[in-house]
């Protein structure tokens, strides 16, 4: 798992940016009301290694990656709809997608970009970054590292709530639980300290969903 993570996220940057999609509440596209927060919150296994690129981003950004412990209890998902609604969708259509290689010239380069250019990791940070600046902790918004259905490697920013993970993500505008994405989830940062990365221990959570009958909306 941890060379896996080393390695990723050459390829995401191949994708189109996220056409503009009426949002829905997020009560009609997660699980229903009577499931446990839990089942809804990205499952952590053992610690990981942090990708390469994170090490070297926050050595760029150090108020980006503070260490300690969680910094306030999560809070219901509708405290923050509007804004996760509206940053999502100024930043994918701020950002146009161009890889790391050649935007910078190498493989892996997390950064928060200012020429509009970047690859879904940037995509990620920049909406990290405003989300914390509308009032949520950093410790409540944290990258994941994804497998695609096409088996390829991408990343997209988990915001946790005392209602469960919802996925912002730079290829579709729809704001879903993590496990209503279609995508395997292999490794996040901590929800303990954005400084830590853990595994993820449920391989598919397609899976998951389809036994919940929970209501999977895609682009």
Known sequence: MAGLVLVVLGVCATYSRAQAKPFASPYTVGAPASASAERNTVPFGSVANPPFGYVSFCMRFPDQCPFGNKQAPAVPVWRYWPQIVSINQQV?????PESALKHYGRAQYWNIPTDGLGDCVDYALTKRRDLARAGIPLSDLNIAIV???????????????????????????????????????????????????????????????ASNGGLRQED
């Open 92 to 96: 994918n259509r701020a950002i146009a």
């Open 147 to 209: 497998k695609l259905p096409d088996g390829e490697l991408h990343a997209v920013l988990a915001v946790h709530t005392s209602d469960g993970d919802y996925v912002l993500d730079n290829l579709r505008t729809a704001i879903v639980l993590w496990k209503y994405t279609g995508y395997t989830f292999l490794s996040r940062m901590s929800a303990e300290s954005p400084s830590y990365w853990v595994t993820v221990n449920l391989l598919h959570p397609t899976e998951l969903a």
